[in-house]
């Protein structure tokens, strides 16, 4: 090759072609295909999620506390929890029977019968001392009684007799149960299990100048003075 101005020779290399691609006309980048997800089983999709215990829950069983210790503490823990529970319902009969047995122990017939007048014009007289608990205001009363208009003799109320159930009253609750009036529950107050009166109820102490109709036909007229025998039969705590 020919020199220039007395330079040595100047070789000419092939330099490599620089391709641009534009965005317009260019074709993008193959996409990577996409990852292939595991199938869901049938159990998967029909297993509802779990909804997360709140501070809120209630335990309403003992169960849940025997369980508790059990796994905590080992099997002889849930076990003293279920023995426990036993020890606690087998105490609760025996001391049910002990009062049973120093009711009946305590109870006496009365030797000789008198009357007693009350300052409420109430007169009653004392067939058999009772040995079991008084009952207090909102103790349940489970009484036996028949009561009777004192002129014509007319039984309005009877659960000696027969297949009638004894009577259940809650002290100082109303209404009375049938039969029952004012008079009674006053009579009942220093009464014990166990005992038994009989009791004469003045007017304004049983059912009034208006009397009462106890259905099926029984009717109290006004102004009635009548004549009960009752027996306390048990006294306990009203079921709440």
């Given amino acids: ?9 100047i070789f000419s290399l092939p330099l490599p072609r ?22 869901v089983s049938n159990e998967a999709k029909q297993q509802k999620p779990i909804k997360p215990v709140t501070s809120s829950t209630k335990v309403e069983s003992t169960d849940w506390i025997a369980t508790s210790l059990t796994r905590r503490f080992g099997l002889g823990a849930g076990l003293a929890w279920v023995g ?17 047995s120093q009711q009946e122990a ?20 004392e067939l058999k ?16 009684i028949m009561g009777k ?9 009877n659960t000696f007799e027969g297949e009638k159930k004894a009577l259940a009253l809650v002290m100082g609750s109303r209404p009375y149960s049938k039969g029952v009036c004012e008079g009674i529950e006053y009579v009942l107050k220093t009464m014990r299990a166990g005992g038994k009166r ?43």
Avoid: C, W
Avoid at 1 to 9: R, W
Avoid at 149 to 157: A, L, P, Q, R
Avoid at 212 to 224: E, M
């Fill in 129 to 144: 001392v009772g040995g079991g608990a008084s009952p207090r205001p909102g103790d349940l009363v489970v009484i036996d």
């Fill in 106 to 125: 305590n109870t006496r017939n009365v030797d000789k019968v008198e009357e007693v007048l009350l300052p409420n014009g109430i007169r009653y007289y």
């Fill in 18 to 39: 620089t391709h641009h691609i534009s965005s317009s006309t260019g074709t993008p980048p193959p996409t990577p295909p996409p990852q292939s997800q595991p199938p």
């Fill in 84 to 100: 426990f529970l036993a020890f606690g319902v087998i105490s609760e009969q025996i001391k049910t029977r002990l009062e049973v």
């Fill in 1 to 9: 090759m020919a020199t220039f101005f007395g330079s040595p020779p």
């Fill in 198 to 240: 009989k009791v004469i109820v003045p007017p304004q102490l049983g059912f009034g100048e208006n009397g009462a109709d106890l259905g099926t036909g029984v009717q109290i007229p006004p102004f009635a003075t009548l004549e009960y025998i009752v027996e306390v039969d048990k006294v306990s705590i009203a079921p709440a």
């Fill in 149 to 157: 208009v004192e002129n014509n003799g007319e039984v309005f109320v």
